[in-house]
C-alpha cells in the first residue's frame, strides 16, 4: 500500500523558533500533498495543498508567510512554521494523493507530527 | 450550516452491538464520499468509501443519500478494538477533503 512518512514525530521548541516538517511519499509518487492540523477534539483543518513545482494554495485565514510550503520533488513536501508560538502547538499532518489517481479519492495520510511550543 | 456534519458522541456500547452514525454535508456538488477511523492521537485511516448505491465491507456498512446529503455507517458486532474517532469526509473542491469533527465510539465488554 501507500506509504507516507513524516518527520520528525515529535518536536518541542521554544516560542520565536522555526520549525521544519517533512512529508514524504515513500513508495509513490505525489503531484499534490496536503497540509492539515488539528487541535484537541476538533476536526482535521486543511490549511493548504501543496503542488510539486509551483506554489502552494492556502485555505482562507492561514498567513503563507507563517506556514512555508515547500514541495520541491515528487516525493517531498516540507512545511516550515515560521517563528512559533504557543497557539501554533497543533498536531500537523500531511496526506498525498498518487499520481495516477483519480482526483479527490485516495489521500494516504502522514502519521503526523505533534509540535508543542513552550 | 457546517460543511460536514456528525453527532460527536460518545456513544458507548457493548461488544457485539450494532451501531450506527450519521452525517450531513452541506456542498450538494460533492463527488466522493469517505469514512476513515481516527484513533488518539494518530493520523486518519480511510475505513471505507461511500458508493451512491450503498456498500458493505464485512461488519461495516456505508449508505449514502444525496438528495438528502447524507451519509450513514453501520457497525455491526462491534469489537473493542473498533473504539476510535469516526470521521465522516467529503470531497471539497481541487481534490481537497473536507473532515466532519468525527463520532466518538467506545465498545466496552
Known amino acids: 500500500g501507500a506509504v507516507v512518512s513524516q518527520h520528525p514525530s515529535r518536536v518541542i521548541c521554544k516560542s520565536g523558533t522555526s520549525v521544519k516538517i517533512e512529508c514524504r511519499s515513500l513508495d509513490f509518487q505525489a503531484t499534490t500533498m496536503f497540509w492539515y492540523r488539528q487541535f484537541p477534539k476538533k476536526s482535521l483543518m486543511l490549511m493548504a495543498t501543496?503542488?510539486?513545482?509551483?506554489?502552494?494554495?492556502?485555505e482562507q485565514g492561514v498567513e503563507k508567510d507563517k506556514f512555508l510550503i515547500n514541495h520541491a520533488s515528487l516525493t517531498l513536501s516540507t512545511l516550515t512554521v515560521t517563528s512559533a508560538h504557543p497557539e501554533d502547538s497543533s498536531f500537523y499532518i500531511c496526506?498525498?494523493?498518487?499520481?495516477?489517481?483519480?482526483?479527490?479519492?485516495?489521500?494516504?495520510f502522514g502519521p503526523g507530527t505533534r509540535l508543542t511550543v513552550l | 450550516r457546517k460543511e460536514v456534519e456528525q453527532d460527536p458522541g460518545p456513544f458507548n456500547v457493548p461488544e457485539g452491538a450494532t451501531v450506527a452514525f450519521n452525517c450531513t454535508y452541506s456542498?450538494?456538488?460533492?463527488?466522493?464520499f469517505f469514512w476513515y477511523r481516527q484513533d488518539c492521537r494518530k493520523e486518519p485511516k480511510l475505513l471505507m468509501s461511500?458508493?451512491?448505491s450503498g456498500n458493505e465491507d464485512g461488519r461495516f456498512t456505508a449508505q449514502l443519500n444525496r438528495a438528502s446529503q447524507y451519509i450513514s455507517l453501520l457497525i455491526r458486532d462491534s469489537k473493542l478494538s473498533d473504539s476510535a474517532t469516526y470521521l465522516c469526509v467529503v470531497n471539497g473542491r481541487y481534490s481537497t477533503l473536507t473532515f466532519g469533527k468525527g463520532t466518538m465510539l467506545l465498545v466496552s465488554p
Open positions: 501543496s503542488n510539486e513545482g509551483s506554489k502552494a494554495t492556502y
Open positions: 496526506s498525498a494523493t498518487p499520481s495516477s489517481g483519480r482526483s479527490g479519492d485516495e489521500q494516504f
Open positions: 456542498n450538494s456538488a460533492s463527488q466522493s
Open positions: 461511500v458508493y451512491s
